[in-house]
């Protein structure tokens, strides 16, 4: 069997098990909606009061299940009184203790307004005194100075008789400072004498205050503790109540299924009983397509399934893949072959351009050794009939030939899905999808467009910078001919895999009708989407600081993704 064959057979394969997988979940919910049907019937019967007493202990269950429910509820309605009751009161205590602390608080502020009027002016009184002290020490040693000039012999006749004037001049400012600050100081005892019972007073008001503080606190503990314990005994009843709610959802289940069995013809019940006949009719019909598709399969399908698997999963196809699929989830912008000395390398250490040669040439080797056992098993698979095995490329050349026929053949399977050519999107189209935010504007916007082999794909890179520095980045691929494998990636959305431990996790999440692969790292925080758009397309947004997911579950809706083709 040759690898064109692989593939063929391989994808029939894939397809069949695709739809395999989409019968068995629409059995499930069909199976589900018969449960939901039988329910209906089960409680219809008892409403309208049918007998029931022949259909085993049906009656005896439903009836002590409701009893029970309209206990709970009853119980439910008293507590919701009683915490209605508390937060009455505690508002209202609230209120009256926020009432006099206002009050006291008043008062204590019209004290204080005198008082810091006291204080200022005991400190303007202060401050008027040191000055006339200062000023009066400074006069009395210029009346020393001009004294002393006035008794030297050496001092000019003209100087000596102006010293009197000057000395009597003196003594005036002297007499008006001295009268400043006996007037200052009787200010100043005055003031402190008014100083002292304010403060006393504006302290038996705080003291006061804090009196109604710690009141206040204590009863509104107290109620808020009650609070809590009927919040609690709530949140226990109505676990309890949906419990038996389930129970009773049970218990009609199981009656309605006696029911339906049985061939009742009641006209209660005849609406849901039709509907129960419907949907029993079509779980027989998808039992029939479910069994149909499971005998389609044969060993020799399945085989060709899982070689194409493991041509792509070793083989060139992967390589190809891996370069687009790192180029477009790590933004690379290198060649496709200087994506391939990076996935090879993937270790770190720096190469030096003989040793980037040499990996490429690995990798050609690799390739070759594939198709050569590809090709041997081939041989051997063929036997005698005489079917002639694919040749194993001998040269470099060859198997950068062979390579391209395989990425040719991608294309082609690729466009056979899609019904139609197809080409690359060009940056109009990428750039549609992203939205206009108020407050955030776009920067470091990229677009490439490259080729390898025969496929050809292109990506689109942007970051969004909004208020205190958050950001997003987006990064959305067209895989355009390579989407044939983009289906196969989409299994790992079926999976519902999650992983998590203390610095994060990653699961299958889906927010609307998109399902992405959601990542969140803790240290430093940070939070990655991707998903995939019309088994073609794919998205990638990221954004770290404080609440990423958060940010990123905000911002997907706004994604215009009906522009992708």
């Given amino acids: 069997m040759g690898i064109k064959q692989i593939f063929q057979q391989g994808m029939n394969e894939f397809k069949r098990q695709s739809a395999l997988r989409k019968e068995k979940k629409n059995l499930s919910q069909k199976q589900t909606l018969l449960s939901q049907q039988f329910t209906e019937v089960g409680k219809k019967a008892w409403e309208a009061k049918l007998e029931i007493s022949r259909y085993g202990n049906s009656e005896e269950l439903i009836k002590t299940t409701q009893n029970q429910i309209d206990e709970l509820n009853t119980r439910l309605t008293s507590l919701e009184s009683q915490k209605q009751e508390l937060e009455t009161t505690r508002n209202e205590k609230n209120d009256v203790f926020n009432s006099q602390r206002t009050e006291v608080e008043d008062k204590k502020k019209e004290v204080d307004t005198l008082l810091d009027n006291e204080k200022k002016q005991f400190k303007d009184a202060q401050k008027e005194m040191a000055n006339a002290d200062s000023r009066i020490k400074q006069i009395n040693k210029e009346e020393e100075q001009l004294n002393t000039k006035a008794a030297a012999a050496e001092t000019p006749r003209e100087e000596k008789n102006e ?78 109540l949906t419990e038996v709610k389930k ?73 190809v893949i891996i370069i687009i699929l790192l180029s477009m989830l790590f933004g690379g912008k290198k060649s496709p072959e200087e994506e391939l000395v990076s996935v090879l390398t993937r270790g770190g250490k720096t190469v030096t351009p003989a040793q980037t040669e040499v990996i490429k040439q690995i990798g050609k080797k690799m390739m070759e050794q594939k198709m050569k056992e590809e090709t041997e098993k081939d041989n051997d698979d063929s036997g005698d009939s005489g079917e002639k095995g694919e040749q194993t490329p001998q040269t470099p050349e060859e198997a950068m030939k062979k390579m391209s026929e395989m990425t040719g ?15 690359a999107a060009d940056k109009a189209t990428l750039m549609a999808v992203l939205p206009e935010i108020d407050g955030w504007k776009q920067e470091n916007t990229s677009f490439n467009k490259r080729s390898f082999g025969q496929l050809e794909y292109a990506d689109l890179v942007t970051t969004y910078k909004g208020p205190e520095g958050r950001e997003i980045r987006v990064h959305i691929s067209d895989t355009a001919a390579a989407s ?62 404080e609440n990423p997911v958060d940010r990123l579950k905000e911002f997907l809706p706004r994604l215009d993704l009906s522009k992708l083709e």
């Fill in 484 to 545: 044939a494998m983009l289906r196969m990636y989409r299994l790992f959305f079926s999976m519902n895999m999650t992983k998590e431990n203390d610095d994060g996790y990653e699961k299958i999440s889906t927010y609307g009708s998109t399902q992405v692969i959601e990542k969140f790292r803790k240290n430093p925080p940070n939070a990655s989407f991707v998903f995939i758009v019309k088994d073609r397309y794919l998205v990638e947004l990221k954004a770290d600081g």
């Fill in 247 to 319: 129970d009773q959802t049970k218990n009609f289940e199981h009656l309605g299924e006696k029911i339906a069995n049985a061939g009742v013809s009641d006209q209660a019940v005849a609406p849901e009983l039709e509907a129960v006949n419907t949907t029993k009719k079509e779980i027989g019909d998808i039992e029939v397509s479910v069994q149909s598709l499971d005998q389609q399969g044969t060993a020799a399908s399945r085989s060709a399934f899982w070689k194409m698997i493991g041509v792509i999963a070793a083989g060139v196809a992967i390589v």
């Fill in 409 to 423: 053949m991608l294309k082609e399977q690729s466009e056979q899905m899609a019904g139609k050519k197809i080409v």
């Fill in 163 to 240: 010293i009197p004037k000057k000395l009597e001049t003196l003594k005036t400012e002297k007499e008006q400072l001295q009268e400043k600050w006996n007037t200052a100081s009787t200010t100043a005892k005055a003031t402190e004498e008014k100083i002292k019972p304010l403060e006393e007073e504006s302290a038996k008001y705080q003291e006061e205050i804090d009196g109604i503080k710690e009141e206040q606190k204590q009863v509104i503990g107290e109620l808020d503790d009650s609070l809590a314990k009927v919040n609690k005994e709530t949140a226990d009843n109505t676990h309890d």
